[in-house]
T-cell receptor, first 112, second 115 residues
Framework: GENVEQHPSTLSVQEGDSAVIKCTYS??????FPWYKQELGKGPQLIID?????GEKKDQRIAVTLNKTAKHFSLHITETQPEDSAVYFC???????????FGKGTHLIIQP | EPEVTQTPSHQVTQMGQEVILRCVPISNHLYFYWYRQILGQKVEFLVS????????KSEIFDDQFSVERPDGSNFTLKIRSTKLEDSAMYFC?????????????FGQGTRLTVV
C-alpha cells in the first residue's frame, strides 16, 4: 500500500518568514495530494490540494509543488502569521482505494 | 457552508463495552469514511462506505468494528468490546466522488476514552 513520509515533525519560524513542509510518497499510482491543517481539538481541514497533472498550485500565501518523478510534494506558506500555527498533514490517495494515506504531521510554530 | 457533524464530541466507556459513534455526512455526498487518530499521531484510515456497503477497509478495521448507514442521513461506527488501545479521536469524513481528485470533508471528531 501507499506510504507517505513527512518532514519535519516540528517547524518553528519567525512571523513573516516562509515555511516549507515536505512529503514523499511511495506509490506512483497516487495522483491526488491534499494538505490538511488541524487546529487543537478540531478535525482536519483542507487548505490546498494538487492533482498529478499539474506541478504547482497557489492560493494566496499557500502553494503546493509536486514532483512526480521524484514522488515528492511540498507545502509552502509565505508571510507566516500567528494563526498559521497548527499541525499540517500531507496525504495521498491511490486510484480505486478510497482511503487517504496521511503523513505523520508537522507541528508549525510561528514565533512572534 | 455544509459540514460533517459528529456526536458525541467525547465518549467515555468501560473496557469491554460497546460504543456507537455517530456522523451526519454532507447531504449530497455519496462516499463516507471513518478515520482514527491516536493522541499525537497521524490520522489513519479505517473504512470507506459506498452504496450501503464497505468499499475498502484497513487492517485496523477488524471484526471488532462495523459500520452502518441506518437511514438516509446517519453513518455510524460501532466498536464492540472496546479495548484500552481503542482510545483515540475518531473522525468521520465524506466526499461527493471517490478516488482521485475530490475533497474529503472531515467532522470535528469524537474523542473516545476507554477506561
Amino acid at each position: 500500500g501507499e506510504n507517505v513520509e513527512q518532514h519535519p515533525s516540528t517547524l518553528s519560524v519567525q512571523e513573516g518568514d516562509s515555511a516549507v513542509i515536505k512529503c514523499t510518497y511511495s506509490d506512483s499510482a497516487s495522483n491526488y495530494f491534499p494538505w490538511y491543517k488541524q487546529e487543537l481539538g478540531k478535525g482536519p481541514q483542507l487548505i490546498i490540494d494538487i492533482r498529478s497533472n499539474v506541478g504547482e498550485k497557489k492560493d494566496q500565501r499557500i502553494a503546493v509543488t509536486l514532483n512526480k518523478t521524484a514522488k515528492h510534494f511540498s507545502l509552502h506558506i509565505t508571510e507566516t502569521q500567528p494563526e498559521d500555527s497548527a499541525v499540517y498533514f500531507c496525504a495521498a490517495i491511490v486510484g480505486g482505494a478510497d482511503g487517504l494515506t496521511f503523513g505523520k504531521g508537522t507541528h508549525l510554530i510561528i514565533q512572534p | 457552508e455544509p459540514e460533517v457533524t459528529q456526536t458525541p464530541s467525547h465518549q467515555v466507556t468501560q473496557m469491554g463495552q460497546e460504543v456507537i459513534l455517530r456522523c451526519v455526512p454532507i447531504s449530497n455526498h455519496l462516499y463516507f469514511y471513518w478515520y482514527r487518530q491516536i493522541l499525537g499521531q497521524k490520522v489513519e484510515f479505517l473504512v470507506s462506505f459506498y452504496n450501503n456497503e464497505i468499499s475498502e477497509k484497513s487492517e485496523i478495521f477488524d471484526d471488532q468494528f462495523s459500520v452502518e448507514r441506518p437511514d438516509g442521513s446517519n453513518f455510524t461506527l460501532k466498536i464492540r468490546s472496546t479495548k484500552l488501545e481503542d482510545s483515540a479521536m475518531y473522525f468521520c469524513a465524506s466526499r461527493q466522488l471517490t478516488g482521485r481528485g475530490t475533497e474529503a470533508f472531515f467532522g470535528q471528531g469524537t474523542r473516545l476514552t476507554v477506561v
